[in-house]
């Protein structure tokens, strides 16, 4: 199958900094990504999509000055969490879209675990 | 708006157990269902999909049947193994699997010898 990646796999920041996570489509070109947050034992929440060469489109009560998302080419996204704060603490999960012929599916990256101190 | 319902974890089976984990969903329109699993440390992967009523998806032993009339995707497996462990995400899509997914809370199976 397709393979998603993510860099880092974990991160530990202090409050107030940035951290950026990337989402890399190794073996197939993504025009769409999708970012997720998951929370400890709960589902996964669609923050964003992002759209490779415009901007994304965030869902209702996602910051997006506080999550910033950039995707400059067809095999990658990043996200930023701007001035992050301990109740950022959370698993993050990009998605890519793939097309092919009929067939469309999202492949989903391992996930980053931020912690914010 | 579109809504994913599964059954609240853990589920605890003996290995070769008969598995059942119930999913139902509220959505406008056709939408496509799937299942997702995550494997401890690893990300999600799609174990397998439905795009219309009637559809069987089937992947790994693993079947789930979509009911349009009773708006179910329940996921089953006739004898599952330990390698199963995993927490189990039932979702749907408005248009295949390209567009926003919809995902429930997840279930996590445990499987015992």
């Known amino acids: 199958g397709a393979v998603v990646s993510q860099h880092p796999s974990r991160v530990i920041c202090k409050s107030g900094t940035s951290v950026k996570i990337e989402c890399r489509s190794l073996?197939?070109?993504?025009?769409?990504m999708f970012w997720y947050r998951q929370f400890p034992k709960k589902s996964l929440m669609l923050m964003a999509t992002?759209?490779?060469?415009?901007?994304?489109?965030?869902e209702q009560g996602v910051e997006k000055d506080k999550f910033l998302i950039n995707h400059a080419s067809l095999t990658l996204s990043t996200l930023t969490v701007t001035s992050a704060h301990p109740e950022d603490s959370s698993f993050y999960i990009c998605?890519?879209?793939?097309?092919?012929?009929?067939?469309?599916?999202?492949?989903f990256g391992p996930g980053t675990r931020l912690l914010v101190l | 708006g579109n809504s994913v319902t599964q059954m609240e974890g853990p589920v605890t089976l003996s290995e070769e157990a008969f598995l059942t984990i119930n999913c139902t969903y509220t959505?406008?329109?056709?939408?496509?269902l799937f299942w997702y699993v995550q494997y401890p440390g690893e990300g999600l992967q799609l174990l397998l999909k439905?795009?219309?009523?009637?559809d069987k998806g089937s992947n790994k032993g693993f079947e789930a049947t979509y009911r349009k009339e009773t708006t179910s995707f329940h996921l089953e497996k006739g004898s599952v193994q330990v390698s199963d462990s995993a927490v189990y995400f039932c979702?749907?899509?408005?248009?295949?699997?390209?567009?926003?997914?919809?995902f429930g809370t997840g279930t996590q199976l445990k499987v015992e010898l």
């Open positions: 439905a795009t219309k009523a009637d």
């Open positions: 992002s759209n490779e060469g415009s901007k994304a489109t965030y």
């Open positions: 959505a406008t329109g056709y939408p496509s």
């Open positions: 073996d197939f070109q993504a025009t769409t």
């Open positions: 998605s890519a879209h793939r097309a092919s012929g009929s067939q469309e599916t999202q492949y």
């Open positions: 979702a749907l899509s408005d248009q295949g699997g390209g567009n926003k997914l919809t």
